[in-house]
């Protein structure tokens, strides 16, 4: 069973930049495909980037690209999600998602292990 906790949350202005934090526990890290999912008030589960087990490759959603970098320390059993340039359409909880599958997918359905979210939230 793999436990995932998220960090770094936070209120800030649009154009501000913040790092969010996702350390696993109970499993291979390594071995693991990674994500990053956000839901906003009154919406779905949105898929926003990913990253193969070992780093190398990586995948984003359209409305994130060029702002959003996706990274990992295997080392340190942890993710992190460096968001720039932030608009006020990305306020939503972020998660923090791990599927045992060798793919850079983006349904929430195939990512097994969820942590329990933290909440952005940009002004404007």
């Known amino acids: 069973q793999v436990e995932l906790v998220e960090s770094g949350g936070g209120a800030v202005q649009a154009g501000d930049s913040l790092r969010l934090s996702c350390s696993a526990s109970?499993?291979?890290?390594?071995?693991?495909?990674m994500a990053w999912f956000r839901q906003a008030p009154g919406k779905g589960r949105e898929f926003v980037v990913s990253?193969?087990?070992?780093?190398?490759?990586?995948r984003a959603a359209d409305s994130v690209k060029g702002r959003f970098i996706i990274s990992r320390d295997n080392a340190k059993n942890a993710m992190y999600l460096q968001m720039n340039n932030l608009e006020p359409e990305d306020t939503a909880v972020y998660l923090c998602?791990?599927?045992?599958?060798?793919?850079?997918?983006?349904?929430?359905?195939?990512?097994?292990?969820w942590g329990q979210g933290t909440q952005v939230t940009v002004s404007s």
């Open positions: 990253i193969s087990w070992d780093g190398t490759n990586s």
């Open positions: 998602a791990a599927s045992h599958t060798n793919m850079l997918l983006t349904q929430s359905t195939v990512y097994r292990y």
């Open positions: 109970g499993g291979t890290f390594s071995k693991l495909v």
